[in-house]
């Protein structure tokens, strides 16, 4: 099972994720990936916006600054600095299309398969593929039939988060989105395995059997979410007394008069927030529950056996996923990090990096 391009030769020992939470790095010394160093940094609102329009980093200098302190703390310092500079870099899965592709038959050489690939994804992208970066794998072949992975980025997005490893003062080398890195670093075995990554802004759910991916699908939850608190506001604004933008006073009022009414209007505001930011919530829950649904549903009818276990990546972390599907009334699953604590060397990991935050960068050292 390789994810991830290795035309380095050898990949980098260190990764770094960015995502819209924040972003993390980790170093492991040998291909077995044992994170021997792990450093996460938080960034502010609306620094990263995942996306496939130019335009991802919206706080350069932030993020820069966020993938430079983490950089150094797993690297080490000047002098100090133990490994290289060269870094894989995860992104955001938003930032990129991946998709399943099959063929009658591709080229035996990358120099001949690459612009068939490309040629098949004009009509699938909703960019320019002749100028997007392109990298396949192929999953299987088989009773004629060649099954493809591909991934596709826009140039001008690639380059934003490239750019942002660069300006901190390391070489990019690799790129791979969030959930390939992820899985990368399971064990190729026969036995299924059911994933969802899941954030600020986006899910992906995701099936792979014996390191062939069987399904990669990826859910913005922005849109729903903003449908949601527009919801909230207009209903709030056509209830009676509900003109929550009202702040000008009719005339006769007197001082008291001027200020109950502007408490009533401030008071009335924070429950309009609250309204809203508990409609982003559920709005964006139930989005996760219906595309883990989705995914458990396929993987039933796929491989003809009901999964039993939800591995977890992602800054929701297996905790809250499980208390999601609890409260939504999703059963049959039992969830677990997919990180498991004996790939992390001990001490190399503080309350502030949970597990949820490292299965990209691990998958991502791994080979």
């Known amino acids: 099972m390789d994810f991830l391009p290795t035309s380095l030769g050898t990949r980098p020992r260190l990764a770094v994720e960015v995502r819209a939470e924040g972003v993390v790095a980790a170093r492991a010394e040998d291909a077995a990936a044992l994170l021997t160093a792990v450093a996460r940094a938080d960034v502010a609102d609306g620094a990263v916006v995942p996306g496939l329009k130019a335009g991802n980093i919206g706080d350069r200098g932030g993020v820069v600054a966020a993938v430079r302190k983490v950089l150094d703390q797993?690297?080490?310092?000047?002098?100090?600095?133990?490994?290289?500079?060269?870094?894989?870099?995860?992104?955001?899965?938003?930032?990129?299309?991946?998709?399943?592709?099959?063929?009658?038959?591709?080229?035996?050489?990358?120099?001949?398969?690459?612009?068939?690939?490309?040629?098949?994804?004009?009509?699938?992208l909703p960019f320019d593929a002749d100028l997007a970066a392109v990298s396949y794998q192929v999953m299987s072949s088989e009773r004629g039939v060649?099954?493809?992975?591909?991934?596709?980025?826009?140039?001008?997005v690639l380059d934003e988060y490239e750019g942002v490893v660069s300006a901190a003062g390391y070489l990019p080398g690799a790129v791979l989105p969030s959930t390939l890195a992820a899985l990368a670093g399971l064990d190729t075995t026969e036995a299924p395995a059911l994933v969802v990554n899941a954030g600020i802004g986006g899910v992906t759910t995701a099936i792979v059997k014996g390191g062939i991916l069987l399904l990669h699908r990826t859910l913005d939850l922005t849109a729903n979410v903003e449908d949601a608190v527009?919801?909230?506001?207009?209903?709030?604004?056509?209830?009676?007394?509900?003109?929550?933008?009202?702040?000008r006073l009719p005339g006769g009022y007197d001082r008291l008069d001027a200020e109950a009414a502007m408490q009533t209007a401030v008071i009335e505001k924070a429950e309009m927030r609250g309204l809203a930011s508990t409609a982003a919530a559920?709005?964006?829950?139930?989005?996760?529950?219906?595309?883990?649904?989705?995914?458990?549903?396929?993987?039933?009818?796929?491989?003809?056996?009901?999964?039993?276990?939800?591995?977890?990546?992602?800054?929701?972390?297996?905790?809250g996923v499980a208390a999601m599907m609890e409260a939504n009334g999703l059963e049959g699953l039992r969830v677990q990090?997919?990180?498991?604590?004996?790939?992390?060397?001990?001490?190399a990991v503080s309350a502030s990096v949970a597990r949820g935050w490292l299965a990209g960068v691990r998958g991502a050292l791994k080979s």
């Open 74 to 124: 797993v690297a080490g310092r000047g002098s100090e600095r133990s490994v290289g500079r060269d870094v894989t870099v995860v992104v955001p899965d938003a930032a990129v299309r991946v998709l399943l592709l099959d063929f009658d038959q591709l080229p035996s050489k990358v120099t001949e398969a690459l612009p068939v690939v490309r040629f098949r994804l004009k009509k699938l």
């Open 146 to 156: 060649v099954r493809v992975l591909a991934v596709a980025m826009p140039k001008d």
């Open 230 to 247: 527009a919801a909230v506001v207009m209903a709030a604004e056509a209830a009676p007394g509900g003109d929550w933008e009202r702040s």
């Open 282 to 319: 559920q709005a964006a829950a139930n989005e996760v529950i219906q595309a883990i649904s989705v995914a458990a549903a396929y993987f039933e009818d796929t491989l003809q056996v009901a999964p039993e276990t939800l591995l977890a990546t992602g800054t929701m972390g297996a905790d």
């Open 337 to 347: 990090e997919m990180m498991d604590a004996s790939m992390i060397e001990t001490g």
